[in-house]
Each structure stands twice: as C-alpha cells, then as structure tokens.
Antibody, heavy 120, light 106 residues
Framework: EVQLVQSGAEVKKPGESLRISCKSS????????ITWVRQMPGKGLEWMGR????????NYSPSFQGHVTISADKSITTAYLQWSSLKASDTAMYYC?????????????WGQGSLVTVSS | SYGLSQPPSVSVSPGQTASISCSGN??????ASWYQQKPGQSPVLVIY???KRPSGIPERFSGSNSGNTATLTISGTQVMDEADYYC?????????FGGGTTLTVL
C-alpha cells in the first residue's frame, strides 16, 4: 500500500527556520518524484516544486524559487521542505504528493498534510 | 505565466449531471488532471490524462479536454461528491492548478 506520511503541525515565530518531512512507503521511492503543494487558509492549491529522489534534481515554481528548499534522503525514503526564515505569510497547510514520471505527470497519492503556523 | 480558470461554484441536484469547466490557452494540447478535496482532507486524484480514472474512482466521474477547455463531468451526482475540485496542467515544467470549484449538491 502506497503511503506518504507527513510530519506534524508546527508553530513557529517569524524568522525561525523549519523543515517538514514526508515519509514514503509501499513503492520504489526512486521511481517517482515527490512534489510539494501549498494551501493557504481558505484558498486553493499552489504547486511549489518537485524533487527526483534518485538524483535529488529539483525544480521550483517561480513563485517559490529562493524561498524554500526541497530535498530528499533516499536511504530513508523521505522528502523534505524547508525554510531558513519563516514569514507570517508562510502560514498554510503543506502537502506532499507522489508525482508520476511516465507519459504524463500527475499526483496520484498525497500525504495527510502538515499545518505550519507562523505567528509572533 | 500560464493560468487555468474555473467557475468558483457549481450547484447540482442529487442524481443530476454536474459539469465543471477549466479554461486555459491551448489547454487541449496539454494533459489535464482533476483533484477532489473534501473539507479537512487531502486532495484525491479523480481524473488524469484528460479522461482516465484511477483505480477506486467511480465510473460516474469522467473527463474531456479539447481546444481551450477541459471538463470534469459527474453523472448521477451523489451527496458524497460535494467537494472542491481543482484542475491541473503543466506549462514549461511548472504545474499549474485552477482556482478550484466548489460543487454543492442540493
């Protein structure tokens, strides 16, 4: 059974750093990419970027380039999303999803989401 | 940048057919996917490659994509189908989501 299990809710202050995780199981981790999606309170889905766990190649949405870093550790089948300096506007639910890589690219399995709250 | 436009809301009576549109420049030249999101839950893929259904998605969900518009159709809509629906496509290695459509079944 394919599962993506994300780390729990976080409450941080502006300027703090943070890394959230997404643990994959039930499939060959390096055969699919992992994508990250933001959903701000009451808003829609926004694609942030993706990583190929086999070689850690990443590409980011222009909207998020330089603001977050996506990484992965294939030895523990885990992907990460990190911030070096959080802002209040980073308050959102963050989802990881498995991204297919053959023929077309869609997101077939999703994590349960990690709620990040940034407040002074 | 590329944009996908969806109606904010669609209403349908139980048992009727619901259609949700997604418009984008030459969208028909790309693959469209659709995701269902119920309150407090993660998104679920319901249609990929314009018209294919993942395992476990009911046959009442179907999709089409031509010209500038992709359409998600739910035949015999059930109360359990009430949710937000998002279309998605790719443009220059960037995934783009539509703004989402709230489907109300009443």
């Amino acid at each position: 059974e394919v599962q993506l299990v994300q780390s729990g809710a976080e409450v941080k202050k502006p300027g703090e750093s943070l890394r959230i995780s997404c643990k994959s199981s039930g499939y060959r981790f390096t055969a699919y990419w992992i994508t990250w999606v933001r959903q701000m309170p009451g808003k829609g889905l926004e694609w942030m970027g993706r990583i190929d766990p086999s070689d850690s190649y990443t590409n980011y949405s222009p909207s998020f380039q330089g603001h977050v870093t996506i990484s992965a550790d294939k030895s523990i089948t885990t992907a990460y999303l990190q911030w070096s300096s959080l802002k209040a506007s980073d308050t959102a639910m963050y989802y990881c999803a498995r991204q297919t890589t053959i023929n077309s690219f869609y997101f077939d399995f999703w994590g349960q989401g990690s709620l990040v709250t940034v407040s002074s | 940048s590329y944009g996908l436009s969806q109606p904010p809301s669609v209403s349908v009576s139980p048992g009727q057919t619901a259609s949700i549109s997604c418009s984008g420049n030459k969208l028909g030249d790309k693959y469209a996917s659709w995701y269902q999101q119920k309150p407090g839950q993660s998104p679920v893929l319901v249609i990929y490659e314009d018209m294919k259904r993942p395992s476990g998605i009911p046959e009442r969900f179907s999709g089409s994509n031509s010209g500038n518009t992709a359409t998600l159709t739910i035949s015999g809509t059930q109360v359990m189908d009430e949710a937000d629906y998002y279309c998605q496509a790719w443009d220059s290695s960037t995934a783009v989501f539509g703004g989402g459509t709230t489907l109300t079944v009443l």
